[in-house]
C-alpha cells in the first residue's frame, strides 16, 4: 500500500502520527528492515505500507542567519516522539540560553523564540545548505537519525516563503504593504488584516525529487486536516503539482479544518476570509473542488478532491457536498490523542477503499 500525504504544521503532524498507527493496525510490520527499524516496531507503529508526507515550505524563512523550516520540522518532532506536545511546536524538554543572548544582541526577532536542542536541527541544515546540499537532501540526513516509519519530503527545493500583504496604513503595519507570514501569524496573531498571500519565486518552483512519482505511484491521495491557504494551498500552488494530482489514479481524500464553523488551531479562518471563502466545512470542500469537475471539463483546473471527511457536527453537510460530486462521510475529527488521530486516518483509508477502481 502506497499511501501519499499533502501536510502542514501541528494538524498535519497529528493526523500523519495517526495514519502511521493506522497503517500499524492493518498492514503491521512483523519482520526487520532499514526502513522503519526496531525502534519504530518496538513502539507498535512499524508498518510495510509505503508512506510519503509531502510537507509545505512556505512557512520556511531565513533568521539569525540560519534556514528555518517550521513545518518540516513539526512533522520530524512529533514523528520522532520527540517534540512538546503541550505546546505543540519545538522539542520537549527545550532550554532557550541562546535565544535570550540573540535577544540581547539584538538578532533576529525577539518575539520569535528559537529552542536550544530546535537552534541544533537548524545550524545542522543550514551548516548542509551552505556545502551544497538542497532542502530536500538535507530532510533526508535529519530523518536518518530517528527511526520515523514515514518518508518526509520538502514540497519544493526552491525557497517560496510566504508573504503577506497589508495595508501599509495599518496602526502595526508601519508603512509596509508586505510582511513575512511568520511575522504576520507568530508575532501579530493574524490580526492584521491580510489583503492576499505571495509565495515569492513560485514561479521558479518546481517540486522536489520523488514528489511527482509519490503522488503518481500512490494507491492514496490524502490532504491532511492543514491550512487550507498557507499550507496546502502553498504546495498546490507549486508549478506541476495540480497537475500530477489531476492525473494520479489514485483517490484524493481531504480532512476538513474546520469543526462547526469553527478552526481547529491556529487562525485558519483569517486565511480563508482574506481569499474570500468562509470559515465551513463544506466551504473549504468546494475551495478545493471536485475533481470530477476538472474530468467533465479539460479547461477546469481547480477540483481536486474525490472524497472529504467533516466531523460529525457537519454532518448536515454530506448531503449538498454528494451533489456536488464529492463523496462525503462525517466521522469524529478532533484528534486529542493517537488512538482518536488514528481512527480519522482510518476513516480516510476507508473512504478512499470505497472511491479506488478495482
Not at 507570514?181 to 498571500?197: D, K, M, N, V
Request: some cysteine.
Amino acid at each position: 500500500m502506497k499511501i501519499t500525504v499533502l501536510a502542514g504544521g501541528v494538524g498535519g503532524a497529528r493526523f500523519v502520527r495517526g495514519l502511521r498507527a493506522a497503517c500499524a493496525r492493518r498492514w503491521p510490520d512483523t519482520g526487520t528492515d532499514g526502513a522503519t527499524g526496531d525502534a519504530v516496531r518496538d513502539a507498535g507503529v512499524a508498518t510495510s505500507a509505503d508512506v510519503t508526507v509531502v510537507v509545505n515550505t512556505g512557512d520556511d524563512l531565513w533568521l539569525a542567519g540560519v534556514r528555518l523550516m517550521p513545518d518540516f520540522d513539526s512533522l520530524l518532532y512529533a514523528l520522532a516522539g520527540v517534540n512538546d506536545a503541550e505546546r505543540g511546536w519545538g522539542r520537549a524538554g527545550e532550554s532557550e540560553r541562546v535565544a535570550g543572548e540573540l535577544r540581547e544582541w539584538g538578532v533576529g526577532w525577539p518575539w520569535f523564540t528559537l529552542g536550544d536542542l530546535d537552534l541544533g536541527t537548524h545550524l545542522a541544515r543550514t551548516s548542509w545548505l551552505r556545502d551544497g546540499l538542497t532542502p530536500s537532501q538535507v530532510g533526508e540526513r535529519l530523518q536518518r537519525r530517528w527511526p520515523l516509519g514515514v518518508r518526509l519530503i520538502p514540497a519544493t527545493d526552491t525557497e517560496v516563503d510566504t508573504w503577506v500583504r497589508i495595508d501599509p496604513a495599518h496602526p502595526d503595519a508601519a508603512g509596509r504593504d508586505a510582511m513575512h507570514f511568520q511575522e504576520w501569524w507568530t508575532r501579530y496573531r493574524a490580526s492584521i488584516p491580510a489583503l492576499g498571500f505571495e509565495q515569492r519565486n513560485l514561479d521558479l518552483a518546481r517540486p522536489a525529487p520523488g514528489v511527482e512519482a509519490a503522488i503518481a505511484e500512490a494507491d492514496v491521495v490524502l490532504l491532511a486536516p492543514s491550512n487550507p491557504v498557507v499550507s496546502i494551498g502553498t504546495i498546490l500552488a507549486i508549478p506541476g503539482l495540480r497537475e500530477a494530482l489531476a492525473a494520479t489514479a489514485a483517490p484524493v481524500v481531504g480532512v476538513s479544518p474546520i469543526i462547526g464553523g469553527r478552526v481547529v488551531r491556529g487562525m485558519a479562518d483569517a486565511c480563508l476570509s482574506a481569499i474570500g471563502v468562509a470559515t465551513d466545512a463544506a466551504a473549504v470542500a468546494r475551495h478545493y473542488g471536485a475533481r470530477a469537475d476538472a474530468d467533465a471539463d479539460p479547461a477546469a483546473t481547480q477540483g481536486l478532491l474525490d472524497g472529504w471527511l467533516v466531523d460529525e457536527a457537519d454532518a448536515a453537510v454530506v448531503p449538498e457536498l454528494v451533489d456536488a460530486d464529492i463523496a462525503a462521510t462525517a466521522v469524529p475529527l478532533w484528534m486529542h490523542d493517537v488512538e482518536r488521530a488514528a481512527d480519522l486516518a482510518g476513516a480516510a483509508l476507508d473512504l478512499a477503499s470505497r472511491l479506488r477502481p478495482a
